[in-house]
């Protein structure tokens, strides 16, 4: 697999989606589960975008389409499979 970026802000998001390519991945956490995720015809162009469930319960926030909502378990799995971690914020 690719890297696991994990963004924190909506600006990081901005930033991040500058450098992930498909087959990477794209975590929202705390502040970044309000960034704007972009929705394209084309998905073999884009990363996978997960979002961790308690930040985007905390903030009121609903669920994109094509985010996929994890847990811990899950948060634990996508560094476990993915070689590189970054951290965007």
Do not use: K
């Not at 450098?19 to 996978?48: C, F, H, K």
């Not at 930040?55 to 994890?70: D, E, K, N, S, T």
């Amino acid at each position: 697999m690719g890297t696991l970026h994990v963004v924190m802000t909506p600006l990081a998001l901005t930033l991040c989606l500058c450098r992930a390519n498909a087959g990477d991945a794209v975590l929202l956490m705390e502040d970044g589960v309000l960034g704007q995720v972009p929705t394209g015809t084309d998905a073999t162009t884009l990363p996978s975008f997960y979002i961790y469930e308690a930040h985007r319960l905390r903030r009121g926030h609903l669920c994109p389409a094509g985010v996929h909502p994890i847990d811990m378990v899950g948060f634990v799995r996508l560094t476990e499979s993915h070689p590189r971690v970054v951290r965007w914020y």
